[in-house]
């Protein structure tokens, strides 16, 4: 078996609205064989995946997998739910898998549900593993298998702070994104963004967190402001180190100047000989070392954020409890295989290590790491009490004194954070602090949240949600607003004509569409942007305050969703294109793909549906959000059913433009005011604009705004760029589109025939990776289109030969009835203009279907140089 391809969706899919991945696996040699084929292979299998006993699969019960098993299934469908099985014993909340054939033999698509996208390969490769040792009778090692794949977790997944972080947001309704593999996340869209990475916002300045990482300088401030600290001082060799010893007349704490999560600190040292030794281990992380007097007591870690204090614990140093029979290095590694421990950050707790500092404290006590303690007795191994080195914590909220609660919020203003971890040393915290008896011995700037969730004993306190609130107080929005536009035909003009529409209510307007990425008319990123890539760079900008979304076919299946919800959903039509690509061979397999799109509608928000496409229609009943239906008739059946219900509706009423609400009905303008459909002679327009009447009122727009809007909206380059552009090469009209199904011909020559009292001359392409049937269709909607025929071929051939997509579409015309002498293929599109040119009269029109707009123009300005006695210069924005 061999993996051709995987994809993972972070977000939505077209599966599942979670994280998910599919695998395009090729079964080879095994293809067409099913598991009871092969001799003991089940039996193994459940051997050493027990829990495969549970799967319901689609029987819909526990067992349904083993039965389904037993009675044969492909080796696909097995590896899916090896998946689902493997993080299952990861940890991984799972449930849904799926596999499918494809049109080509043994090739599978296995869609299995995926919480940490970072592990999908892997798993992959696991899963295909162990399937083949298991079918060649060989003994597979799962525990090595599994602990590869916890290591491989540990360094993808996000750590227990940062998912804390993530939880507590959506929790608020707050979307996520996590930036990079690390630990920063957004949160929230837009111009409402905000970004933290574990605990450090967006709102933590840099000069702040400097201040914090360097120690001697915390204490400083603080002892200015009379808030105790230890006394000390920054020394640069061991000589210094022990000359300060002297001077401070007590035992000293070693520690790095800037370092961090307890590494490299030594406490309680009182001889020459562990002054040089302390020096020494923190020499090793920072040239700058502080010695400082040592403050006997407890330690405890004081979270503020936002100048309240929102929990605190009691941190117990790294420890083992004897039982008189182990030595103490056995008793370590019993302790490191609590589950909760982890190599790092990503459980709650951290595996203990032992280094220099575990040896100095144990020789203090008088252990070594082979000594074996009494039943009962504690050894401690730190006497730091980080949680990154091995300690515990217990919660202690509810005990800290209102004093040193005051005190420590000040000492975290005085720093400038706004969200900080403050050590503290006292006896009792629940006692104000006393100059020598209590002292603030660091403020941590990006402090871990673990202890606090997950302490060993007490409550469990929810900070990250505090943390969020501080970023997000309640009713304060933190997602703008999100118009997605799927569908067939018209996604493009209904996303600009909204853009434009909206450009009167919000500063900037983000638009995703086939010709690029926009703020406003300011083209950031040309191309075809209508996938998750470019709605990530919207909704990732501060500057953008409402997105407009065109979302297609390729992008959906290949990339999901790149937003968790959206306000309002347009689904223009279904019609027949891309069947017989990425394993879609009917309308209802399209349908499936397009109906994610209004799956994502918020709860109050609008799904927007063409209540006079059959296929778009078939969809109502699956829709849990409010809906809008739009139609070119008054009387339409949904239409009438819809607001018979109390639902909206927008259509066309004796020429107007109506919206209605139940019994209430409210005429907005005339169809033939609105520029784009060419006094109502174009429907497919007059549709697209009553699909963004819909959105708009979904999203709350004023009427008057509305109105204004479209009546502003031209059918030119600048508005509508290569959309039933109408111009002018010397006497000769011409109309671009890119109208490249039957349908949107079929609505193209409609509307040209009302245009011209001549012929109607068209200049046609279609894309190669169309199927025959489907290019042999359109070849027929252009041959009862028009009148004479130039057919060229796009410049990719999306693998199709010279001459193959030209065939095929003359095949279409001569079936639709257009003679053979009214048919000319020029493959070269510019041998095509010219020589539709040369035929057509100055009665005529001439439509040009382009592949590439601004490659087509550049002939078209070519072509205008070269006609004779040009009475007008040819001219499209940006093209010349």
């Not at 799972?94 to 698509?109: L, S």
């Not at 493009?492 to 450009?503: D, E, I, K």
């Not at 927007?608 to 078939?618: A, T």
């Not at 279907?849 to 004779?868: C, G, V």
């Amino acid at each position: 078996m061999r993996k051709i391809e995987l994809r993972v969706f972070p977000g939505r899919n077209v599966y599942i609205h979670r994280p998910a991945a599919l695998l395009l696996l090729d079964l080879e040699e095994y293809a067409g064989r099913e598991s009871k084929v092969f001799p003991g292979f089940n039996e193994r299998l459940l051997q050493i995946l027990p829990g495969l006993e549970s799967h319901s699969c689609a029987l819909g019960r526990p067992g349904g997998f083993s039965h389904r098993l037993h009675s044969g299934t492909y080796l696909g469908h097995v590896l899916e739910h090896v998946i689902l099985e493997l993080q299952e014993l990861l940890g991984l909340d799972v449930r849904y898998g799926k596999t499918r054939g494809t049109d080509q033999w043994g090739v599978y698509e296995v869609v299995f549900e995926c919480p940490c996208g970072g592990l999908a390969e892997m798993l992959v490769d696991v899963g295909l593993d162990l399937i083949h040792t298991l079918l060649a009778g060989l003994h597979y090692d799962l525990p090595s298998a599994l602990k590869r794949l916890r290591q491989r977790q540990a360094e993808v997944d996000l750590g227990p702070s940062t998912k804390a972080l993530w939880n507590a947001a959506r929790r608020r309704g707050i979307s996520v994104r996590r930036i990079g593999e690390g630990s920063l996340l957004q949160l929230g869209t837009g111009r409402f963004a905000r970004r933290v990475q574990a605990t450090l916002t967006d709102r933590t300045s840099c000069l702040a967190a400097d201040m914090a990482g360097d120690k001697e300088l915390t204490k400083l401030i603080l002892r200015a402001a009379g808030i105790p600290v230890p006394r000390g001082k920054v020394v640069h060799s061991s000589a210094e180190a022990v000359q300060t010893w002297h001077e401070l007349r007590c035992p000293v704490v070693i520690k790095p100047c800037d370092g961090n999560q307890g590494r490299g600190v030594s406490l309680n040292l009182d001889s020459e000989q562990e002054v040089l030794r302390g020096y020494a281990i923190a020499a090793r992380f920072s040239s700058r070392v502080l010695v400082e007097e040592y403050i006997p007591g407890r330690h405890f870690r004081l979270l503020v954020v936002d100048g309240r204090l929102v929990a605190a614990s009691e941190r117990i140093p790294a420890h083992v409890v004897g039982n008189g029979c182990d030595p103490i290095v056995v008793l370590v590694e019993q302790v490191n295989q609590d589950p909760q421990r982890g190599e790092d950050h990503e459980k709650p707790l951290t595996k203990i290590v032992i280094d220099d500092i575990v040896h100095q404290v144990l020789a203090r006590q008088g252990y070594s790491l082979q000594s074996v303690p009494a039943a009962g007795a504690v050894v401690w191994l730190r006497e730091n009490a980080n949680l990154s080195t091995g300690g515990t914590a217990v919660d202690v909220t509810d005990q800290v004194h209102p004093l040193v609660a005051a005190t420590v919020v000040r000492a975290v203003r005085l720093i400038g954070l706004d969200v900080a971890g403050v050590d503290v040393v006292t006896s009792d915290i629940s006692l104000p602090f006393d100059w020598g008896k209590g002292a603030i011995i660091e403020v941590n700037a990006a402090p871990g949240i673990r202890m606090h969730h997950y302490p060993v004993a007490g409550e469990e306190r929810d900070v990250a949600s505090q943390i969020i609130a501080s970023l997000f107080p309640p009713g304060t929005p933190s997602e703008i607003p999100i118009v997605a536009v799927t569908g067939t035909n018209g996604k493009t003009t209904t996303c600009r004509l909204l853009a434009h529409v909206l450009q009167q209510c919000y500063e900037t307007v983000g638009l995703t569409s086939t010709a690029g990425i926009y703020h406003n008319n300011q083209l950031l990123v040309p191309g075809d942007t209508t996938g998750p890539w470019s709605t990530g760079v919207l909704l990732s900008d501060p500057l953008v305050d409402v997105a407009v979304l065109e979302l297609a076919r390729g992008g959906l299946l290949r990339g999901g969703l790149a937003y968790d919800s959206c306000d309002v959903a347009v689904l223009t039509n279904i019609t027949e294109d891309h069947l017989g690509q990425d394993n879609l061979d009917s309308l209802e397999d399209l349908a499936w793909v397009k109906s994610l799109v209004l799956e994502s509608v918020k709860p109050q928000g609008y799904a927007v549906i063409n209540g006079d496409d059959g296929p778009s229609v078939e969809l109502l009943s699956r829709q849990k959000s409010n809906v809008i239906l739009f139609s070119l008739q008054a009387d339409n059946v949904q239409v009438r059913r819809h607001l018979g219900v109390g639902g909206r509706a927008v259509f066309v009423q004796d020429g107007q433009i109506c919206f209605a609400e139940g019994d209430k009905l409210e005429p907005l303008m005339s169809v033939e005011a609105v520029p784009i459909t060419f006094n109502g002679k174009a429907s497919y327009n007059v549709a697209n604009a009553l699909a963004a009447c819909a959105a708009l009122w979904g999203l709350g727009v004023e009427r008057s705004l509305i109105k204004q809007g479209l009546a502003s909206f031209l059918p030119n380059a600048e508005h509508n760029p290569g959309r039933q552009n109408l111009v002018t090469i010397g006497k000769q009209s011409v109309l671009i589109d890119y109208a490249h199904n039957p349908a949107s011909i079929e609505g193209l020559t409609r509307l040209a025939r009302t245009l011209t009292t001549g012929q109607l001359i068209g200049v046609i392409a279609a894309p190669g990776d169309r199927r025959n049937s489907l290019l042999f269709a359109v070849g027929e909607a252009a041959g009862r289109g028009f009148d004479r025929l130039f057919i060229k071929e796009d410049r990719d051939r999306r693998g199709r030969g010279p001459g193959e997509v030209a065939d095929i579409l003359r095949q279409g015309a001569l079936a639709a009835g257009l003679s053979p002498a009214a048919i000319q293929v020029c493959l070269e599109e510019r041998t095509a203009l010219w020589a539709a040119f040369a035929a057509a009269q100055p009665e005529d029109l001439i439509v040009v279907l382009y592949e590439d707009w601004d490659y087509t123009n550049s002939l078209l300005a070519e072509l205008a140089q070269q006609i004779p006695h040009l009475h007008r210069a040819y001219a499209i924005a940006g093209s010349l």
